[in-house]
């Protein structure tokens, strides 16, 4: 069984592919909008899915801020029955991510996805193997069928999305070698507690963290540096800037920081105005120390450190991330090796 070198999305592939680059740099300059905006479709199971009609005006009123990106999230986004429509109407004027654990992807929903228009998916995985207590059940040999799907079909980029923790850390040798026989980029973020602040540190995770960055499959290099010293036990000062260059939609509509700290700021996205964009970029939250929301410290480093972001962007571009589809990026062994012995049931 062979999983094309290529995949549909390859001619028009960057790693963060970006809506009308210069109407973006211009909305993100001048209008100081939000880079990404989360917006929950679902709560856990498809009984407590949000209407599309509200969906549309949520993403209506997230367009009428600028937002560049809308990261669709659940519970599951895929258990969404218009999922498809949701990401259709956010495309209009923004480009749309999904973050899904991936057991749902079949080769009709990635059609749909293609079709609606869908920039990047990223697939949740916190370990490699089943977990015997279910504890951990986004893991990555039962979701190999569906990247291969992805591998074959898909026309959007397809980001892994590793959680460093105690398994991971263990088994990321070898994830990183099933991972290799995709065209697929990782991102590695850190386990936090339920007010967002790291939960993981010292040499062995360290070493892990490093070893993703200077051999590994990252897409981006923003908050390498960041990590290192989360996981060294600093505490690095920075400027969060949630509530302006990111926005955390809940189930109900209301805008807060991040998922991290629901009921802070708690404004219903309607009510949501430039003015209260402008406000929090300069409002500290309190809970910067040890924060390991690692969405929200790549979307503040706009405006808290413009070259370290611009060293960043040059790291990506040395690295072959992009510019480039992952099936011709350097270190990249492709799909097409996989053999149907070290694949089975695929
Ligand atoms: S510092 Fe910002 S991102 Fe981190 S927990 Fe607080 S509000 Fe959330």
């Known amino acids: 069984m062979d999983i094309p070198a290529r995949y549909p999305g390859d001619a028009r592939t960057i790693a963060m592919r970006i809506k009308n680059p210069l109407q973006a740099l211009g909305r993100l300059l ?8 989360q917006l929950i479709v679902t709560r ?11 969906l549309r005006e949520r993403i209506d009123a997230l367009h009428q801020l600028g937002v560049l990106n809308i990261a669709l999230l659940g519970g599951e986004p895929l258990l969404h029955r218009r999922i498809a429509e949701v990401v259709a109407h956010a495309d209009r004027q923004a480009q749309v991510s999904i973050t899904t ?30 977990d015997a207590s279910r504890y951990i059940q986004k893991t990555l040999k039962p979701l190999l069928p569906k990247l291969k799907r992805l591998a074959e079909r898909a026309a959007f980029d397809v ?50 963290w490093n070893r993703h960055y200077e051999g590994g499959r990252a897409i981006s290099y923003l908050e390498r540096d960041y990590g290192r010293r989360l996981l060294r036990g600093e505490h690095p000062r ?29 404004i219903p996205l309607a009510e949501y105005t430039k003015m209260d964009l402008r406000r929090e970029s300069r409002t500290d939250k309190g809970c910067e120390e040890g924060c390991a929301m690692l969405c929200v410290y ?15 962007f040059l790291v990506g571009v040395s690295k072959g991330v992009l510019g480039r589809p992952a099936a011709e990026r350097p270190g990249t062994v492709t799909a097409a090796s996989l053999t149907p012995e070290r694949s089975p049931g695929l």
Not at 44 to 54: G, K, V
Not at 163 to 190: H, I, K
């Open 44 to 54: 856990r199971c498809n009984l407590s899915e949000i209407p599309f009609d509200t």
């Open 101 to 130: 654990n991936g057991f749902l992807i079949s080769d009709r929903l990635i059609e749909d996805l293609n079709a609606a228009g869908l920039a990047n998916m990223q697939v949740s995985i916190d370990a490699l193997g089943t």
């Open 238 to 266: 920075w400027r969060c800037r949630a509530g302006s260059r990111f926005l955390y939609v809940d189930e109900v509509g209301h805008v807060q920081y991040c998922s991290a700290q629901r009921g802070r700021l708690d």
């Open 159 to 208: 980001h892994l999305n590793v959680v460093l923790c105690d398994e991971t850390r263990e088994q990321f040798e070898e994830m990183l070698a099933e991972l290799r026989r995709f065209p697929f980029w990782m991102s590695m973020n850190l386990l936090h507690d339920d007010r967002g602040r790291v939960k993981v540190g010292g040499p062995s995770f360290e070493a892990v």
């Open 298 to 312: 790549r979307t503040s480093l706009l405006d808290n450190a413009p070259i370290a972001l611009a060293r960043s």
């Open 30 to 37: 001048y209008n100081r909008a939000p880079i990404e905006a």
